[in-house]
């Protein structure tokens, strides 16, 4: 394992360029530097975990990639476009489930093909039940969202975000309510989608296991202003099992460096 | 099954009470008449049409009222939650105007519009509208942002996001609001009919209104019996599958049975 002193992305050409992004919350009691001056690049088919305690950033660096939040300063670039707003390339899976409860399992998947123009309704039928088989929920496509479980929900979440055929996969602590039976299978599936699809992935997470057990790269954030503090490749094989030594073993040192910064940011 | 049966004794001991209070003769039979006489009335009247057509009469009116009020109020309470300006102005001026009870539009109207289906329909209006731009306005602003934001990226904008996302997520508030308008609809059109003779049609209220001009108890008494049937059936007929559905849909308040 090497920390690169630069958050670089080797030869591979960059997908998504962050350059220089800086945003502050300001509100009457608080005011709050959420990201200070972030610069990071990311390759097209990379898997990248932003890692970091709560307040680092994380969530909201990705909602400034997203185009759901503006920064401040500073710029992002998707295949050399600036970002100015929300798009079907750059889709999001939240924390939460924002699964609509007025539509069942089929219906949620199919919210973001109907908005695709260049699809017919066929195909957008056909992808829809596609989707919903490769996350395993074929039997459930006329489930109503409340009847799904936890990780169930998620997994529509996840073929919802995937239909629409997004470049880039955003996912903001997708697993972080499940139980950890659940998100042990999720880990496998998630690896095994995007090895097949080759998606740009960007996986925030607070949890170093998830992070080494997912990502090609992890970006290890520090709060209070939120910055990079120091980024880690992780060349382990894939499929990678959560519970493997090895991945244990990467998880140990990088855990000492989380919480080099997290005491730094106690001590300020 | 249980259920009918006890809601049946219920009501049978009720009328049973009823019948032997006027039997025991302490008070006058014309101040109160006996159920059976009251039952009486009320077949007569549906043999004669008197009752149903004043029954369509007043649907008429709470129906087109209604519906202007839902249609006035819905997009109205949508444009309220969206902007600061909206709230303070128009927000402001509907719960004031909410507040108010809707038989105190009637004079006005009576003065505006004269003894017209208009003025019926004017305080109809009056009573939904209200509570409609505030139960709408109250859903939509209640909607868990995570759903626009998870619409948005999905590239759900503008007018699509407002039918497809905003709408459907309120349904639930939608549903109660409409509900409340319905209820304020049907007491400011019972009000505005027993103070109010309208030429062109005489509703239900008129005849509550005759009844007591003729000192006949038992039609006081059985309009006032039709008028809780048919609030019931609407909510029976017009609310109940639509929040059967939406408990259904977010699994919201369901029974174990």
Redesign the interface.
């Known amino acids: 394992m090497e920390a690169s002193p630069h958050p670089s992305s080797g030869t591979r050409p960059a997908k998504l360029v962050i350059e220089g992004v800086s945003k502050r919350f300001t509100s009457n009691r608080s005011n709050l530097q959420a990201l200070d001056d972030v610069s990071l690049s990311v390759a097209e088919g990379e898997f990248v975990c932003l890692l970091g305690p709560s307040g680092c950033g994380k969530s909201t660096l990705l909602n400034i990639v ?3 939040t503006r920064p401040d300063r500073g710029r992002v670039l998707a295949d050399g476009k600036l970002v100015e ?4 390339e ?3 899976m ?1 924390q ?1 489930s ?1 699964l ?3 539509l069942d399992a089929f219906g949620n998947v199919m ?2 093909l109907k ?2 123009p260049d699809l017919t309704n066929r195909e957008r039928r056909r992808i829809a039940d596609d989707y919903l088989e490769l996350v395993g929920l074929e039997k459930f496509k006329h489930a ?4 799904l479980s936890g990780g169930m929900k998620q997994r529509v979440a996840l073929a ?1 975000a995937l239909a ?1 055929d997004p470049q880039v996969l955003l996912m903001d602590e997708p697993f972080g309510a499940l139980d950890a039976m659940t998100r042990d299978q999720l880990y496998d599936d998630i690896q095994r989608i995007w090895m097949e699809s080759r998606k740009t992935i960007i996986f925030v997470t607070h949890n170093v296991r998830e992070a080494v057990c997912l990502g090609d790269r992890i970006v290890l954030m520090s709060p209070s202003p939120g910055r990079i503090a120091q980024v880690f490749d992780i060349p382990l094989p894939r499929l990678r099992d959560i519970n493997s030594p090895e991945l244990a073993s990467y998880a140990s040192r990088i855990a000492a460096a989380v919480k080099g910064t997290a005491d730094g940011a106690a001590s300020e | 099954m249980k259920r009918a049966a006890v809601a049946l004794l219920f009501f049978a001991s009720l009328i049973g009470a009823w019948e032997l209070a006027v039997r025991s003769g302490r008070w006058s039979a014309v101040l109160l008449p006996s159920p059976f006489f009251v039952a009486e009335y009320i077949w007569g009247a549906l043999l004669d049409g008197t009752l149903l057509e004043s029954t369509w009469v007043t649907l008429k009116r709470l129906l087109v009222g209604y519906a202007a009020g839902v249609l006035i109020g819905l997009p109205l309470g949508l444009l309220t939650s969206t902007s600061q300006f909206l709230e303070d102005t128009l927000g402001a001026l509907a719960l004031g105007f909410q507040t108010l009870p809707s038989v105190c539009w009637v004079p006005l109207a009576l003065v505006w519009f004269g003894q017209t289906e208009g003025a019926m329909l004017f305080v109809v209006i009056m009573g939904t509208v209200w509570s409609v731009i505030i139960a709408t306005d109250h859903g939509a602003r209640n909607i868990p942002p995570i759903y626009a934001r998870a619409a948005r990226t999905m590239g759900s904008e503008g007018f699509h996001k407002w039918t497809r996302v905003i709408l459907p997520a309120s349904l639930p508030f939608l549903v109660s609001g409409m509900k409340q308008g319905w209820a304020f609809a049907w007491r400011s059109l019972m009000a505005a009919e027993i103070y109010v003779t309208i030429l062109t049609g005489f509703g239900l209220g008129h005849l509550l209104h005759y009844g007591r001009e003729l000192n006949a108890m038992e039609q006081v008494i059985g309009i006032m019996t039709v008028i809780v049937v048919i609030g019931l059936l609407v909510d029976r007929v017009l609310f109940s599958p639509w929040e059967r559905f939406l408990h259904r849909r977010w699994g919201t308040n369901l029974k174990e049975t």
């Open positions: 997203a185009g759901l707003g929300p798009g079907q750059r889709l999001v939240f939460e924002a609509f409860p007025w919210f973001g908005l695709k109503q969202i409340h009847e919802r629409p």
